[in-house]
């Protein structure tokens, strides 16, 4: 066996396993990363890369607007209406479920195109309860879990269902289409009263779902589209984070995200058009849920005709209820009371810009054509671990 120290912190090689031992005082902190064999292209060090904790001043936002006092209506006397300075009549949220930020590379050449021609977040953290169902309440409603009480990452009935206001119910009750595509039963559960009006379940492969979304997406009238894959997850619990089996899932994921690209882009109106492509967390070894960097660090995409100018990457730290919150502002709809999630301004076209329709279409294709499709092992099903 052999060891190294510094500062409190020590790695110690035990047959096939890595562990991180982290002493202050008498206590003792253990994370089990696998050992480096089949950890895909970025080697054993991206596994347990910058195992930190986010500091807690930077994850928890202020209250935007009078906070929620119990027992009121978080919607209680505002008038659910779109302004006519809205900047997007669609919104399409696409969350890849347990995808990494540093596990886009060469495989991923959608997003990297997504990227290169919209904007992105370097930072962008998910919630402390790093799992699915909490952190998609988070996304959906601009809260943590002390608003929304989705604490349970199940499909059983103690889970229950999401007790704060989501975009759902929100952009509904304007009068505006809500649709939801997942991968994932267990996301009923944020539908709320009044919420999402259209729930398909395509499966764990990204394909079936995306498949739904292409079928939909010609006839979508204004309103709300969110997109669920659960590919990525799965792999991650299977074979365990940035592992080759996780890196072909990503890269399947790549592919149906690049799918659902050119059916907006085919859609037509891509100037009023708002994608925004994320994750609910990230993962270590074959698991997530702490506080640890690699389970809370997601990616954030913004792109489309309502998204800032291309290419641009900033450095305020994102977390995931601001979704909800950008979400609403591109569509010109009013937030919950108490929200506290913040749109990011920096990711959407001010409403005065002026936006060039053909050259948004253009720039779309030139961007589709730039992302070729890459060629991925088939896949054949495997029990969804339900994480």
Known sequence: MTGCAMKGLALVKLGRARVWLWAFGASLAFVVAPYARANGPHGASAEVAAVTEEPRSTATPTVVGSPVRAGEDPLGGIALRSSSDRIADLVVIVSIDGLRPDALGPGTPTMNMLQRTGVSAVHAWTIDLSTTLPSHA???????????????????????IIAYPTIFRIARGAGLETSMFVGKRKLQRLIDEGGAERFEFGGVFCENV????????????????????????????????????????????DQCTGDIVRALRERGSLDRTLLIVTSDHGGHGRSHGTRLEVDRRIPWIAWGGAASRPGLRFTRPVHTMDTAATALDAL???????????????????????????TTERHARAGTRGAPRVAAPARTPAPDPAQ
Do not use: C, K, Q
């Open 332 to 358: 010109g709809l009013p937030h919950a009371r108490g929200m506290t999630g913040r749109p990011i301004r920096e990711a959407l076209r001010h409403p005065r810009e002026a936006t060039d329709g053909a």
């Open 138 to 160: 988070s996304m959906v409603s601009g809260v943590d879990t002390d608003l929304h009480h989705i604490t349970i990452n199940s499909n059983r009935d103690e889970a229950g």
């Open 210 to 253: 995306a498949r739904r979304v292409v079928a939909y997406l010609p006839g979508a009238r204004r309103g709300v589209v969110f997109v669920h894959f659960a590919d990525v997850d799965r792999a991650g619990h299977l074979r365990g984070w940035m592992s080759r089996v996780y890196h072909e899932a990503v890269v399947h994921a």
